[in-house]
């Protein structure tokens, strides 16, 4: 770990923590550790796991900020993995026909038949590493680089939610209906999010997800 | 009780926001002009963090079917109870019956895009993860996570309250706190992780140009447009990360967008800078086609700026509790 | 509230401020009380006067600060005075604003009529009881 972690404003409202090097699990492991752990402190109102990073907003913004940075790199420095034990939620998927709006061009960008697209993205156990975007939504770690496509040029007004698509090297499922600048390949039924529920989000970070085949629309 | 008469396209119901829920991919949500609905709120005796409602399309009508205290702030939009004027940023009392008219915005003074309109206690909805405001991605807070239409009723949580004063108005903080670069609206912006990458000629034109709000900026984001397009010194790749209302993105087309309150709380272009905190209110209240500029901030002045906006409610609710057993109608 | 206990009561307020001259009027009463050197005393008959809203009044109402504050003719947001010399004006319509500090308060028509002079200029700083508008 020869590189150091960054650390830069947003604003007065959040701190933004960068993990240095190439983006890993077991570095997000770590972020998660990071995370608990800056939860506890008087001047973080929310700590939020993002892709190898940490947004620390707070809960009023103290006069200097050096001894807060300090603290969190030395926090960063002594923190181990945090091999959360999460819940593996298994999602069945349609994949194509009209939940999948974009198969066509993955299949035109990859070269692959949409079989093969199909078992590549159904294939690994994907893990949660943060929530964000929306309500509900997860970033999902661990899909095929084979089947990577990139963001569509001009994105859709909106997509239903449970949307399966996949985003450059990324993977996801939308929660609700919303705007969107990836390729759609299937849908679920899954509920990611009810306001009413404790917690609210069906998912958290160091949960899995395995996507099931339940219907290949060619 | 309050009848919506119009159309009502694109009004909200909003509190100060929704905080806490970003763990679960739940952003702010709120007011896009805090200090509007802090100071309607002040007016009525209500909570600052009460519940009102955001009007950002005019004209906008209501009908009060309860005796009801309300204030109108934010733009100045001609309003008038059953087509007697009101003084813009001040308290009233409304019988059962009358209407409320907004009109257009006019270009006074200070030139604001939305109104508040504040009720007795608050617009009373289910508050949703801790808020009343309304998340319209996902459907919940607010009126059933929805903006208002045409037959909607809303309640106010205290519509008989005794009022201590009506007819009695403040002067707006857009005109007690000016902020101008160079004769041009203006907010101050701590730059962002990403600043440095920019080619120096694009920081400096970051810092001086008039940037125009196009229509298509609302409260996802304002999307802002300038010569010439800002750059960076090498292809940025940007990993999913957590951003808040203010933060500047520039996607490859070089135009800024500035992340407003129902943003995602989450973003993956490269970061310029952000609208300090303090500032976001006057931001929100920039019209379409204005324009407004950068002034570079420290962390000390973006920290003075909060304690400048927290003293000023808190000399107005001094004032204001002097103005007790003021009764004026419309 | 009787008139002795109301008199008493204005009396000692005034005899703190340096207002000179307190006029109160209420429908069908009139409290004249000016404070002088001995003192605050009772202006005119000893007897209330009762006066006939509106019967044959010769001279304008005049219509008084309803308390202390910087007068403003017109609202900071808006261009154009609340009341112009020579406009029709109803009953409750704000004519003038006092301000203290950040707060606007209006003061207001007692009746319908025209205005026939703003007493004050825009920015002078006024009492309780201070003349403001003359309406016809």
């Known amino acids: 770990m020869n590189a150091a972690a960054r650390i830069t404003p947003l604003g007065t409202t959040a701190l933004l923590f960068e993990a240095p090097g190439a983006l890993t699990l077991p570095t997000q492991q770590r972020i998660w550790a990071l995370a608990r752990e800056a939860q506890e402190w008087t001047e973080v109102r929310e700590a939020v796991p993002g892709m190898n990073n940490l947004m620390l907003t707070l809960v009023g913004p103290p006069r200097g900020l050096q001894a807060l940075e300090e603290r969190l790199h030395a926090a960063w420095s002594a923190v181990r993995p945090l091999g959360l034990e999460g819940r593996t939620v298994v999602l069945p998927v349609t994949y194509g026909g009209d939940g999948g709006p974009h198969m066509a061009d993955v299949v035109a960008h990859t070269g692959l038949s949409v079989d093969e697209i199909v078992e590549l993205h159904s294939a690994p156990l994907y893990t949660v590493y943060a929530l964000g975007s929306h309500p509900g939504y997860c970033y999902l770690g661990g899909m095929d680089p084979r089947i990577a496509t990139p963001r569509r040029q001009v994105p859709v007004m909106s997509i239903p939610g449970g949307s399966v698509s996949i985003g450059g090297a990324q993977t996801g499922v939308s929660a609700s209906p919303g705007p969107s600048g990836w390729n759609t390949i299937g849908s679920t039924d899954m509920c990611f999010f009810d306001p009413a529920r404790d917690p609210p989000a069906l998912l958290q970070p160091g949960d899995s997800i395995r996507f099931r085949v339940e219907k290949v629309i060619r | ?330 | 509230m009787d008139m002795p206990e109301r008199f008493r009561e204005l009396s000692s307020w005034l005899a703190a401020t340096d207002i000179a001259w307190l006029e109160l009027k209420g429908p069908g009463t009139l409290l004249r009380l000016r404070r002088g050197a001995k003192g605050v005393e009772r202006v005119a008959p000893a007897a209330d006067t009762v006066v006939a809203p509106g019967a044959g009044v010769a001279e304008p109402t005049v219509v008084r600060s309803p308390r202390v504050g910087v007068l403003r003719h017109r609202h900071p947001l808006q261009e154009a005075p609340l009341a112009a010399e020579g406009q029709s004006v109803v009953a409750g319509q704000a004519l003038v604003l006092l301000q203290i500090g950040p707060t606007l308060v209006p003061a207001a028509a007692p009746r319908d009529g025209v205005v026939a002079r703003i007493v004050v200029h825009d920015g002078e700083a006024v009492g309780y009881g201070h003349p403001l508008v003359e309406l016809l």
């Open chain 2, 1 to 330: 009780m309050i009848e919506i008469l119009s159309n009502a396209a694109l009004a909200t119901v909003q509190d100060r926001g929704r905080e806490g829920g970003l763990r679960w991919g739940v952003g702010n949500s709120g007011a896009m002009d805090p200090l509007a609905l802090a100071t309607g709120n002040l007016l009525l005796g209500n909570d600052e963090s009460a519940a009102a409602i955001e009007v950002p399309v005019f004209p906008f009508r209501v009908r009060f079917t309860v005796d009801c205290a309300f204030a109108v702030t934010g733009a100045d939009c001609g309003a008038t109870l059953d087509e007697r004027p009101l003084m813009p940023w001040a308290c009233y009392e409304a019988r059962a019956g009358q209407v409320l008219s907004l009109g257009l915005p006019r270009a006074g003074a200070w030139r604001a895009a939305r109104a508040y309109v504040c009720l007795a206690g608050g617009v009373d909805v289910p508050a949703v993860l801790g808020s009343r405001s309304t998340q319209l991605r996902g459907a919940f807070g607010g009126l059933e996570g929805r903006a208002l239409r045409k037959g909607d009723v809303l309640r106010a949580a205290a519509p008989g309250r005794a009022m201590r004063r009506s007819g009695v108005g403040v002067v707006p903080p857009g005109l007690q706190m000016p902020l101008e670069a160079g004769g041009c609206a203006a907010v101050r912006v701590l730059p962002a992780a990403e600043y440095e990458c920019y080619t120096a000629a694009s920081r400096t034109a970051f810092w001086r140009t008039e940037w125009k709000v196009t229509p298509q900026s609302d409260r996802y984001g304002y999307r802002l447009s300038g010569e010439p397009a800002l750059q960076s010194t090498a292809a940025l790749e940007m990993r999913s990360h957590g951003i808040v209302p203010g933060v500047i993105q520039v996607p490859p087309s070089g135009q800024p967008i500035v992340q407003m309150r129902d943003a995602q709380p989450s973003g993956g272009y490269p970061k310029i800078g952000t609208v300090i905190e303090a500032d976001l209110w006057r931001l929100g209240q920039a019209p379409i086609g204005s324009r407004v500029r950068f002034i570079e901030a420290t962390w000390d002045e973006a920290v003075s700026a909060l304690d400048e906006l927290r003293a000023w409610l808190d000399e107005t609710r001094s004032v204001l509790d002097l103005c007790h057993d003021i009764r004026h109608a419309a």
